[in-house]
């Protein structure tokens, strides 16, 4: 009697096991390289290469029979992606080669057509650096506008700008100057120049916590005002006078032609 129960214990167990196991298993699983962290995310840069492979879980034999005929689907953000006949079948491979900016966040989900009541998915986290570097040469009359705009696009996103003039942080109130970011680009502008006040090199520089500090300079130099033609003003009176020659002439031919006819009957 008490032999009986022992053998039967791990029978019973076994069963419940393998039916919790064929419920977790029954939907699709993602695998990629590089490998998936566990809320979902696979970190990758520009131009890396991102490999995913969508197979369909452990199924008990009547899903497996409802759903040999289900081909595997792939989403990118809501939006088809297109297979060929081969690789919708047992398994499924999308490959995002290179990764480009656009790829940030986007989200693939994979699942069986039929029923896609059961996904599974990942979304793409690409790191890039800020396009930020060289040196700029600026040319600005005197009292007219400034305008330096360094780009901080990156992810990570930057935090924060530091705009040096000869080499000490800007003086925001002395030079009259306004900052604007808006996590694409930094500006700094001021309006009336002074070569006193405004002429030298500036710099703008930003550390990113994944790739370090990143710098652009611009080397200003104040120039004498110039007097500008009325340019625009000039062209349309152009256009004007050229416009009004070629109806005269159009109107007159007119009369020419018919002279011509009638000369000749
Ligand atoms: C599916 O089941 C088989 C046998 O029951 C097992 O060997 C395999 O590891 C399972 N696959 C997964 C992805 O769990
Ligand atoms: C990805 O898209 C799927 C399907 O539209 C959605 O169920 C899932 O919540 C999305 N995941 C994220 C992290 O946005
Ligand atoms: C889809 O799959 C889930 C899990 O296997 C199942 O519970 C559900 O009934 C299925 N739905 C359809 C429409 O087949
Ligand atoms: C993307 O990865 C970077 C670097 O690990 C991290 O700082 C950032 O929070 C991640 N973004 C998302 C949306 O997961
Ligand atoms: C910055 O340095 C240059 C060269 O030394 C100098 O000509 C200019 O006046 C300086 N600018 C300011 C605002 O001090």
Same mark, same amino acid.
């Given at each position: 009697?008490?032999? +009986? ?37 696979? #970190? ?6 991102? *490999? ?39 398994? *499924? ?37 800020? #396009? ?58 001021? *309006? ?16 990113? *916590? ?47 032609? +018919? ?7």
């Amino acid at each position: 009697m008490k032999m +009986k129960l022992i053998f039967r214990l791990p029978l019973f167990l076994l069963l419940l096991l393998l039916l919790q196991c064929a419920e977790q298993m029954s939907g699709v699983t993602i695998e990629s390289d590089p490998a998936v962290s566990r809320d979902g995310v696979i #970190q990758t840069e520009l131009e890396k290469v991102v *490999s995913l492979l969508c197979l369909p879980g452990n199924r008990s034999e009547a899903e497996a029979e409802a759903e040999a005929e289900a081909e595997l689907v792939w989403l990118r953000n809501d939006q088809l992606v297109r297979l060929t006949e081969e690789n919708r079948k047992d398994q *499924s491979r999308v490959c995002v080669t290179p990764v480009i900016y656009d790829d940030n966040g986007a989200n693939f989900t994979c699942f069986l057509s039929g029923n896609d009541t059961v996904r599974a998915s990942v979304v793409l986290n690409v790191t890039f650096p800020p #396009q930020l570097s060289g040196s700029e040469q600026v040319l600005v009359e005197d009292m007219d506008d400034l305008v330096l705009r360094c780009d901080i696009w990156a992810n990570p996103a930057i935090s924060s700008v530091l705009w040096t003039l000869n080499g000490t942080a800007v003086d925001l109130t002395a030079g009259r100057f306004t900052r604007t970011n808006d996590g694409f680009s930094s500006w700094l502008s001021t *309006s009336g120049v002074k070569r006193s006040l405004h002429e030298g090199t500036y710099q703008c520089t930003v550390v990113s *916590s994944m790739y370090g500090e990143h710098s652009k300079s611009f080397h200003v130099t104040v120039t004498e005002k110039t007097i500008k033609f009325p340019l625009m003003p000039m062209i349309a009176g152009l256009v004007v006078v050229c416009l009004t020659t070629i109806l005269a002439v159009l109107s007159r031919w007119h009369k020419i032609v +018919k002279c011509v006819k009638s000369c000749r009957k």
